[in-house]
T-cell receptor, first 109, second 114 residues
Framework: GQSLEQPSEVTAVEGAIVQINCTYQ??????LSWYQQHDGGAPTFLSY????GLEETGRFSSFLSRSDSYGYLLLQELQMKDSASYFC??????????FGKGTRLHILP | EPEVTQTPSHQVTQMGQEVILRCVPI?????FYWYRQILGQKVEFLVS????????KSEIFDDQFSVERPDGSNFTLKIRSTKLEDSAMYFC????????????FGSGTRLTVV
């Protein structure tokens, strides 16, 4: 089977740093990506890791450990607009991405 | 910035009726996808499409579903006989190639089956 596990909810304070973890078990693996989705909106691509290590894009960073089947998304200098759901997603085939159940990020002022 | 366009934004249909959801992918993209998201749940893969044929489909994508690229710009998802459990947000996505890291998603069609 295929499974991606991530926390259902995370709460953090504006200006702080938050980490959202993801573990996966899939029959194929090309890479791990992260998507942001605001209520009523479409998933928006944030980052992708094909190899082990940290990828940084502005305030967002993503990490992958293929040997541990584990990755995380790190959000720094949190802003209220970062309140959204965040999905980890595995590229399980060259033509298929499988999403986790999503982590709802609540940001407190 | 190029975007994926979906119409309609919301469709209400009676159980048993056929619906067609429409998508215009980004013009130079070659790979097209449909996903669905039941309210409050995860985004589920339905089907991928390349070179005018299905390249991969999920267990959800049974005989009631079909996809088509009727012309050079549109990509459609048809549900032949809708069920109550088909009520969901349906997202179309596209990518330029299989090497593309991320998909570009449309804003979705909310399908309500009554």
């Amino acid at each position: 089977g295929q499974s991606l596990e991530q926390p259902s909810e995370v709460t953090a304070v504006e200006g702080a740093i938050v980490q959202i973890n993801c573990t996966y078990q899939t029959s194929g693996f090309y890479g791990l990506s992260w998507y942001q989705q605001h209520d009523g909106g479409a998933p928006t691509f944030l980052s992708y890791n094909a190899l082990d290590g940290l990828e940084e894009t502005g305030r967002f960073s993503s990490f992958l450990s293929r040997s541990d089947s584990y990755g995380y998304l790190l959000l720094q200098e949190l802003q209220m607009k970062d309140s959204a759901s965040y999905f980890c997603a595995v590229k399980a085939r060259y033509d298929k991405i499988i999403f986790g159940k999503g982590t709802r990020l609540h940001i407190l002022p | 910035e190029p975007e994926v366009t979906q119409t309609p934004s919301h469709q209400v249909t009676q159980m048993g009726q056929e619906v067609i959801l429409r998508c215009v992918p980004i013009s130079n993209h070659l790979y097209f996808y449909w996903y669905r998201q039941i309210l409050g749940q995860k985004v589920e893969f339905l089907v991928s499409f390349y070179n005018n044929e299905i390249s991969e489909k999920s267990e959800i994508f049974d005989d009631q579903f079909s996809v088509e690229r009727p012309d050079g710009s549109n990509f459609t998802l048809k549900i032949r006989s809708t069920k109550l459990e088909d009520s969901a947000m349906y997202f179309c996505a596209s990518s330029a190639s299989t090497a593309t890291y991320g998909y570009t998603f449309g804003s979705g069609t909310r399908l309500t089956v009554v």
